[in-house]
């Protein structure tokens, strides 16, 4: 079985665009959903347009901009559009929107279409935090998600007219790009599943200034997380230090030591399905740490002995769920695969994905990897040079047909 990342090519889109400040935000939007390959047809309500044109749209996705409910020729246009919607996407999504849709008001194009489509139903709130943290435009989301509809966001962050920073910041694009893609995936066999995901560098400090570390960026495990939450699972997060931006839906803890990372680990071990263990963690640290930093003294270099940090994977082997899906990271510089054979043993692994750090365009600080598959069942896949998204996507065919098998 292989499952396939959602495409937005050949997709249809409804796009509802209400008549809030974030306006300005849904034309990036309708051009990011158009590049991807999706067919959109933009629905304003008429507040909308206060804010934003139908010229714009219409430059952007090649299709006329749809609002008139009683458009001539085209009597039952929210009939046909709600039919062919492969996703209905509402952003910006006022208060005022929201309350409609809630109470299944269809007094214009965009409510009726909600009221005919089977196709998912995502509203991305925005408006002014007094208003989003109002007791009924709470009561009113609950209500949405009540019906199945889903809402991503608010984000925090500055507001129209200078208002503070609370609450009801529309997401970004990019943020909604990821949420649409979740929509448009269906069930998996890792829908509803727990994930834990851990990613980047751990630091062993020396003293208050340095550390031991690596090179390790994240992108790996990040691209696996954001992967793994698109198609449908509850996905936390164990990352070291990165600056990669936390993936839409993700719970992400912030750790720094390997020690760290396994009490991590160890705190949602036992209810988790799945674990991704694609962090580079330090394998040594100093016995001791100064309080201090370490002055230079003439030529007097500081002794700074070594011991081995925790083993992570192996420290928890006795917490794993029952049928729960592990996979490992091997990063070699030599004997690959006999290294990681023997990891994959002695760690009770269902899969060991192995770096070679040797590769061309492989390992830390680039955006692609070449990487070889080491099933526990003895089975060993070489795959291409491909983008670090594409390896993730591979890897969790995988884990989702181990987790079909052991159903």
Excluded at 333 to 339: F, H, L, R, V, W
Excluded at 376 to 400: F, T
């Amino acid at each position: 079985m292989r499952v396939e990342r959602p495409p937005f090519s050949g997709r249809r889109i409804v796009l509802g665009v209400t008549g809030g400040i974030a306006a300005f935000k849904s034309i990036g939007l309708a051009r990011e959903l158009t590049l991807a390959g999706s067919a959109v047809d933009v629905v304003p309500t008429a507040a909308a347009f206060e804010f934003v044109r139908p010229l714009s749209f219409e430059a952007l996705t090649g299709r006329s901009v749809l609002s008139d409910l009683y458009a001539p020729g085209d009597p039952l246009l929210h009939i046909r559009l709600a039919r062919e919607a492969d996703l209905v996407l509402i952003a910006p999504a006022t208060a005022n929107f929201i309350a409609q849709a809630a109470a299944g008001m269809a007094d214009h194009l965009l409510g009726c279409i909600l009221l005919a489509t089977k196709a998912p139903v995502l509203f991305a709130p925005a408006m002014n935090d007094r208003m989003y943290t109002h007791p009924q435009t709470q009561a009113n989301l609950a209500r949405l998600q009540e019906i199945g509809y889903h809402v991503a966001g608010p984000a925090e962050g500055l507001l129209a007219f200078g208002e503070r920073a609370g609450p009801g910041r529309m997401i970004e694009p990019d943020e909604l790009m990821e949420w649409a893609a979740r929509s448009l995936t269906g069930e998996t066999p890792l829908s509803g599943k727990r994930v834990i995901v851990t990613a980047g560098p751990t630091r062993e400090p020396i003293d208050p200034v340095r550390f031991l570390g690596n090179r390790s960026s994240g992108r790996m495990g990040f691209s696996l997380a954001s992967a793994a939450w698109r198609m449908g699972a509850d996905v936390l997060l164990v990352s070291g230090p990165s600056p990669l931006r936390t993936p839409a839906g993700v719970r992400r803890i912030e750790i720094e030591t390997a020690i760290e990372m396994a009490d991590a680990v160890r705190r949602h071990l036992n209810r988790s399905d799945v674990l991704i263990m694609a962090a580079a963690v330090a394998d040594f640290r100093p016995v001791s740490t100064r309080d201090q930093k370490i002055k230079k003294q003439g030529d007097s270099i500081p002794e700074i002995v070594l011991e081995h940090t925790p083993d992570v994977l192996g420290s928890t082997m006795s917490l794993r769920k029952p049928g729960a899906v592990v996979v490992g990271f091997a990063l070699e510089t030599e004997n690959p695969i006999e290294n990681a054979t023997k990891k994959l043993r002695d760690k009770r692994l269902d899969l060991l994905v192995v770096n070679d750090a040797g590769e061309p365009g492989a390992g830390f600080e680039v955006p692609t990897n070449r990487v070889t598959l080491l099933h526990a069942s003895g089975q060993r896949e070489d795959l291409p040079l491909l983008s670090k998204d594409e390896v993730a996507e591979r890897i969790l065919e995988r884990v989702a047909q181990r987790l079909v098998a052991g159903e």
